[in-house]
């Protein structure tokens, strides 16, 4: 008989019962380092007080209005993401999949309006993960998620990771927007350059395209940037928003330059929960904490330490691991052994780290993580990686 529960997620034997910063206890008491984050969601860790303090008091007061009403959270919210990054204006999803959905139907109206209804196709990358809707499996493309799925929504080609030679030669008549994670996440922790991601911008102005970034995973302090694109010197028209900025609160957004949303006038979208009094109320704590110049500071600095200390562990280590790669608070480890047997071994060391493709366990601690947490991590890592040894 088929489990009550859909059974599309492979789970580990584990049931947390209560989260404390960066830690997580289990039903049976045992306390685990979580440097996971909910794939990157817990970006202030577990009950942040400030977060449990503005849920509390917007759960006593109101949950949900709809969109037929003025939302002032969303409102306040919208205003903070305005003034912290390059947009003009944001619309509120649930999820990073919803963020992707908005993202392709604003880049084809755009071109709809001015005219060129034929400007619908968008340049994607191998390895790249967009969510799971329609339109994310079709811009991430791999057959692993989009076969028995079809017809498959059209107007999505997805070329050699980095590859510009193939960007420039992919681009048509048809072509309307190139859309990248500014380090792909579930792809194996894979940034790309920032010479890359400027000549991308470079390639998108030339040949009058918009640039669509996917920053559901790098974004909101993630990389020690409020936003990761900022580390290249450049803006998006598009950017997907979503994980962290909800701070475990179901909560996601698309940022739009004026120019690039003018298509989506009224009625030409919309969401029900969509930045919901309680979500909003959470995101505008969490951007007030995160967006702090001294808050980005202690990510890079705790960053810096997290790093050299992960070097250490794969010169300490070179039967299990192979290389640490990332930015910021998004790192991998590249591994020799199979991901999945160190993640396990990770439960047994009671540390938790993410599966990602090409072979690689993502470290995506909270953002809040202490030195003293970074050295704890590392123990029970080695530990880990020895018991495979
Ligand atoms: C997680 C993720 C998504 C999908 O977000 P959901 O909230 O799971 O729908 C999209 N893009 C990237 C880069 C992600 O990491």
């Not at 694109?229 to 962290?244: F, L, R, S, Y």
Request: hydrophobic share 45%; charged share 20%.
């Amino acid at each position: 008989m088929i489990a009550s529960v859909l059974p599309t997620y492979s789970r580990a034997p584990l049931t947390f019962v209560k989260g404390e910063g960066s830690w997580l206890i289990e039903a049976d008491g045992r306390r685990f380092l979580d440097l996971g984050a909910g794939i990157a969601v817990n970006a202030l860790g577990h009950a942040h007080p400030a977060l449990v303090e503005v849920l509390s008091t917007q759960a006593q007061n109101l949950w949900h209005v709809s969109n037929l009403y003025q939302i002032p959270q969303q409102q306040t919210l919208a205003d903070q993401l305005v003034d912290n990054s390059f947009a003009d204006t944001v619309f509120f999803t649930n999820s990073g999949t919803e963020s992707c959905e908005l993202a392709v139907k604003m880049a084809r109206k755009y071109w709809y309006e001015k005219g060129h209804p034929e400007k619908v196709e968008i340049l994607t990358f191998e390895g790249s993960f967009h969510g799971r809707s329609s339109a994310g499996i079709a811009a991430a493309g791999s057959e692993k998620m989009t076969k028995g799925f079809g017809p498959l929504l059209g107007g999505f080609k997805s070329l050699p990771w980095g590859d510009l030679e193939a960007v420039k030669a992919a681009i048509s008549d048809e072509t309307c927007a190139i859309l990248v994670e500014p380090v792909q996440g579930e792809g194996g922790i894979r940034p790309m350059a920032d010479a890359d991601l400027q000549a991308l911008r470079a390639i998108a102005d030339e040949h009058n395209l918009l640039l669509i970034l996917d920053e559901v995973q790098c974004g909101v302090g993630r990389t020690g940037k409020l936003f990761a694109h900022e580390w290249a010197g450049i803006t998006p028209d598009i950017m997907m928003v979503a994980k962290g900025i909800g701070g475990g609160f179901p909560l996601g957004a698309v940022l739009a330059t004026e120019e690039a949303a003018s298509g989506m006038t009224a009625g030409t979208h919309g969401s029900t929960y969509g930045g919901n009094p309680l979500a909003c109320a959470v995101g505008g704590k969490v951007m007030e904490i995160v967006a702090a110049p001294a808050f980005l500071d202690s990510v890079r600095a705790k960053a810096g330490l997290l790093r050299q200390r992960l070097e250490g562990l794969v010169a300490d280590n070179p039967e299990v691991f192979e290389e640490v790669r990332g930015t910021g608070l998004m790192l991998g480890l590249k591994c020799k052994a199979v991901n999945i047997d160190v993640v396990n071994a990770g439960y047994a060391n009671e540390v938790i780290t993410v599966p990602a493709a090409d072979n690689v366990i993502r470290l995506l601690p909270p953002l809040t993580l202490s030195e003293d947490e970074i050295g704890e991590a590392i123990t029970r890592l080695d530990a880990a990686a020895k018991s495979l040894g």
